[in-house]
């Protein structure tokens, strides 16, 4: 489920990408071609936090999301569910399918690899707040749904011109961020 994770949070970086000057995230455009990231993951109990970078990139049915480094690990999110290849090898589904899946179905989670946040208010308690600096928007998520306080406990989201960081607290007490580098790769 942690991977799994790691696109909900990627996903959010497709629903909020580059815009030309600070702009209410709400009306930012949907992202096109590929963009790299720096993930850290702090796993609770562990005293060093994992790094891994790599590329996301919208396609017409979901979401490629590639970490290159250190190991190649390549997730598609489709609506029909979530496949992932480990250093080349078959494609193998992570978790169950389609609307059985709640990153799927109760997350939204096409919707924001789509750019549209019209339902946003309709899956989490939003709080927008202003970044002082560096100077831009803060978005406060907690899931409405029950079906992902197991997994989720709140995810964070900051920018200006776009997205430039994803935070994804988990129930467990994991921590995900997601650094987005500025342009595409």
Known sequence: ?????????????????ASAACVAPEQL?????????????????????????????????GVLWTVTHPIEIV????????????EGGPEQPVGPSGSNNPFISETGLIELLKGDLSKLDQRYDVTRGVRARPEGWTLQLKPKGAALAPYISGIAVEGCK????????????????????????
């Open 1 to 17: 489920m942690k991977r799994v994770l790691i696109v909900l949070a990627g996903a959010l970086a497709l629903a909020l990408p």
């Open 29 to 61: 455009a949907a992202l096109t071609g590929s963009h790299d990231f720096v993930q850290t993951r702090t796993l609770k109990g562990v005293s060093r936090p994992l790094v891994s970078s790599g590329q996301v990139t919208p396609q017409s049915d």
């Open 75 to 86: 997730t598609h999110v489709t609506p029909t569910g979530i496949t992932q290849s480990i």
């Open 162 to 185: 776009r997205v430039e960081s994803i935070t994804v607290e988990q129930a467990n007490g994991d921590t995900i961020r997601i650094d987005l580098k500025d342009g595409a790769a």
